[in-house]
């Protein structure tokens, strides 16, 4: 079996970003369970990129996807209404993104590729506390190891949070996202946010990638799948050419109401990003939550203080507050008859030049 200071269970921005920035003098075991991609649409907003800003990264071309993205296309189709808002999002390949975060850990960070069956609470032969992962490979072997400190990063549907504490107090969806050739004829936004009260309470989105048109949205957990066929059939109607999909991918989300809807960890495991409950209620943005909790967490641990839980909790009180503030603006986005004054009051919104104003 294998010894090692620190175990990392998921090897998303949070994941990557921990075990990057850890003491490097820590053996650490990295577990990246990273199979389908994510459903995300690929975009890195403004807050994400800030969080890579603050070390000073700059996204290598590699993993840029085309086109670069100016507006946000929004469509109500139940009124239906549409309006143009300025964004500045960087369109990417969001499986490069992450194998690109992963290759910046340093040799000190052992980095598998594997499924975590078991995670159990043990005792060592110095009656010291541990954590013991079994995990299969990616060449199907069964591998045990073992560390006093166990890091959960593993997104909306964390194994490491749902073995060790109970239930987080959250609104949760299933995203549901396919990809399709794009019709070259086709004149449709590069992105689009997109509510059907029918659906969703939350929003779905087409994103642009070269030759690519992608599809999803976030869907209560009951039925999902028809709901995601229901709107997918209504944008078909609306002239999106989505037929034949060249892939399926689905993952958990989450949606933070209260303060109970986080859960930092405790007893040596600690949770960061998705997997304690970070990420955007309103845009479901997660990335720049998932590097902030990591370096709040690098940062509790490197102050020699003994409770560290309590000082990753003083660092990202501020984050919870801020996260949770942005279900007022939910209230706008989702509520359909408050959305319904926005987008017909055009407040914040661009002039499309060549648009009828009776199709805005």
Same mark, same amino acid.
């Given at each position: 079996?294998?010894?090692?200071?620190?175990?990392?269970?998921? /090897?998303?921005?949070?994941?990557?970003?921990?075990?990057?920035?850890? *003491?490097?003098?820590?053996?650490?075991?990295?577990?990246?369970?990273?199979?389908?991609?994510?459903?995300?649409?690929?975009? %890195?907003?403004? $807050?994400?990129?800030?969080?890579?800003?603050?070390?000073?990264?700059?996204?290598?071309?590699?993993?840029?996807? $085309?086109?670069?993205?100016?507006?946000?296309?929004?469509?109500?189709?139940?009124?239906?209404?549409? &309006?143009?808002?300025?964004?500045?999002?960087?369109?990417?390949?969001?499986?490069?993104?992450?194998?690109?975060?992963? !290759?910046?850990?340093? *040799?000190?960070?052992?980095?598998?590729?594997?499924?975590?069956?078991?995670?159990?609470?043990?005792?060592?032969?110095?009656?010291?506390?541990?954590?013991?992962?079994?995990?299969?490979?990616?060449?199907?072997?069964?591998?045990?190891?073992?560390?006093?400190?166990?890091?959960?990063?593993?997104?909306?549907?964390?194994?490491?949070?749902?073995?060790?504490?109970?239930?987080?107090?959250?609104?949760?969806?299933?995203?549901?996202?396919?990809?399709?050739? /794009?019709?070259?004829?086709?004149?449709?936004?590069?992105?689009?946010?997109?509510?059907?009260?029918?659906? !969703? *309470?939350?929003?779905?989105?087409?994103?642009?990638?070269?030759?690519?048109?992608?599809?999803?949205? /976030?869907?209560?957990? +009951?039925?999902?799948?028809?709901?995601?066929?229901?709107?997918?059939?209504?944008?078909?109607?609306?002239?999106?050419? %989505?037929?034949?999909?060249?892939?399926?991918?689905?993952?958990?989300? %989450? &949606?933070?109401?209260?303060?109970?809807?986080?859960?930092?960890?405790?007893?040596?495991?600690?949770?960061?990003?998705?997997?304690?409950?970070?990420?955007?209620? !309103?845009?479901?943005?997660?990335?720049?939550?998932?590097?902030?909790?990591?370096?709040?967490?690098?940062? !509790?641990?490197?102050?020699? $203080?003994? *409770?560290?839980?309590?000082?990753?909790?003083?660092?990202?009180?501020?984050?919870?507050?801020?996260?949770?503030? +942005?279900?007022?603006?939910?209230?706008?986005?989702?509520?359909?008859?408050?959305? +319904?004054?926005?987008? +017909?009051?055009?407040? /914040?919104?661009?002039?499309?030049?060549?648009? &009828?104003?009776?199709?805005?």
């Amino acid at each position: 079996m294998e010894q090692y200071d620190m175990i990392v269970i998921g /090897a998303g921005p949070a994941g990557a970003t921990f075990a990057r920035i850890a *003491d490097p003098k820590n053996r650490i075991l990295l577990i990246d369970g990273n199979k389908t991609g994510k459903p995300c649409g690929g975009l %890195l907003a403004p $807050d994400g990129q800030k969080a890579l800003a603050h070390f000073d990264l700059n996204l290598p071309k590699e993993i840029l996807a $085309d086109p670069q993205i100016f507006s946000v296309k929004t469509i109500d189709l139940n009124e239906p209404t549409q &309006r143009w808002y300025q964004r500045m999002y960087v369109n990417l390949d969001r499986d490069r993104f992450d194998r690109w975060l992963i !290759s910046l850990i340093p *040799d000190n960070v052992q980095v598998v590729s594997g499924h975590c069956r078991v995670l159990e609470r043990t005792v060592n032969q110095q009656h010291q506390q541990m954590y013991l992962v079994t995990y299969v490979d990616d060449q199907g072997r069964t591998i045990q190891a073992q560390a006093p400190v166990l890091i959960g990063a593993d997104g909306a549907n964390s194994k490491v949070r749902r073995t060790f504490f109970p239930p987080l107090k959250t609104r949760q969806y299933v995203a549901i996202q396919q990809w399709f050739k /794009a019709d070259s004829s086709e004149a449709l936004p590069c992105y689009a946010c997109i509510f059907v009260k029918e659906t !969703s *309470d939350c929003c779905s989105w087409t994103v642009s990638k070269a030759k690519i048109l992608i599809f999803g949205g /976030a869907f209560p957990l +009951k039925q999902c799948r028809n709901r995601f066929n229901q709107q997918k059939a209504k944008l078909i109607r609306q002239g999106f050419h %989505l037929t034949e999909p060249i892939k399926t991918e689905a993952c958990m989300v %989450l &949606r933070p109401v209260g303060w109970k809807s986080f859960c930092l960890g405790g007893e040596n495991v600690f949770l960061i990003g998705e997997a304690a409950g970070f990420i955007s209620p !309103s845009s479901l943005e997660g990335i720049s939550s998932a590097i902030n909790t990591a370096v709040m967490l690098n940062q !509790s641990m490197k102050t020699g $203080d003994q *409770d560290i839980l309590q000082q990753y909790a003083k660092r990202v009180r501020w984050m919870r507050i801020r996260l949770l503030a +942005k279900n007022v603006k939910c209230l706008f986005m989702y509520g359909p008859t408050l959305r +319904k004054l926005v987008l +017909k009051s055009g407040v /914040a919104s661009m002039r499309i030049y060549g648009e &009828r104003r009776s199709s805005l």
